[in-house]
């Protein structure tokens, strides 16, 4: 009997505190990853609900542009910053952040503007070096940018001044909305994100997760005795 409650309160114990890590994801975005191309305005990347936080993955190609395109029902403020792995294969390479849409001042910009839209370009400035707990990430940091909307539809580019490629991070939209769905696929938007940030890293930790889990356990139950 011993022996049965012990391991049962491990549970208790493991289950409480899974709950408590999970928890602290709820602040997180919700994880996206681009696969299609979308480097013309027309296979421009839809992002549904601009408000809703969200972090798209995604690799520019060298020469190329990102296009993503959203809708704004009434009024409201949209955020948007951009973020890049610090891997030494990225130290030089910082994206640009365009918007485009009506009413917005005609800057030079890479690529063909819509008809009757203007841009306002975003260069990187470099505000941090952001590290995320729960994938074990690091990231350098632009400025956020934030601004008032009116109803229409908007455009994003992202670019690379000097043609440069790399991998970076969308963040968009700071509500956030976390169902129990989502929290329940945790494992799987983990193990994507780590994999896209560096395979070779996804592997060690992979291989060295059984080791340092019976660690765990065996450290609760140590406690618990």
């Known amino acids: 009997m011993r022996s049965g409650g012990t391991l049962f309160k491990g549970g208790i114990c493991a289950f409480i505190f ?12 919700h994880p996206q990853f681009i696969r299609t191309d979308i480097s013309e305005l027309e296979n421009a990347r839809t992002i549904s609900e601009p408000a809703i936080s969200r972090a798209i993955y995604a690799e520019l190609a060298p020469g190329k542009v990102h296009y993503y395109r959203f809708v704004i029902l009434e009024d409201q403020e949209f955020f948007a910053q951009m973020l890049v792995p610090v891997r030494p294969r990225y130290k030089d390479f910082r994206p640009t952040l365009a918007l485009i849409g ?23 400035e470099d505000k941090e070096v952001f590290f995320e707990p729960f994938t074990q990430t690091r990231y350098y940091m632009a400025q956020e940018f934030r601004r008032s909307l009116p109803a229409g539809t908007w455009n994003l580019a992202v670019y690379q001044p000097e043609g440069k490629g790399g991998k970076y991070t969308l ?4 509500k956030e909305q976390w169902k129990i769905k989502d929290i329940l696929a945790f494992p799987a938007m983990w193990l994507r994100t780590r994999w896209w940030y560096s395979p070779g890293q996804t592997i060690a930790i992979i291989l060295a997760a059984p080791a340092v889990a019976a660690l765990l ?9």
Do not use: M, N, Q, Y
């Open 18 to 29: 899974l709950l408590v890590l999970l928890s602290g994801k709820l602040s997180a975005h």
């Open 102 to 124: 009506p009413g917005l001042p005609k800057e030079e910009v890479p690529f063909a503007l819509p008809p009757d839209t203007g841009t306002i370009i975003l260069p990187w």
């Open 171 to 174: 963040s968009v939209g700071e």
């Open 217 to 225: 356990v065996w450290l609760l139950l140590r406690i618990l005795k």
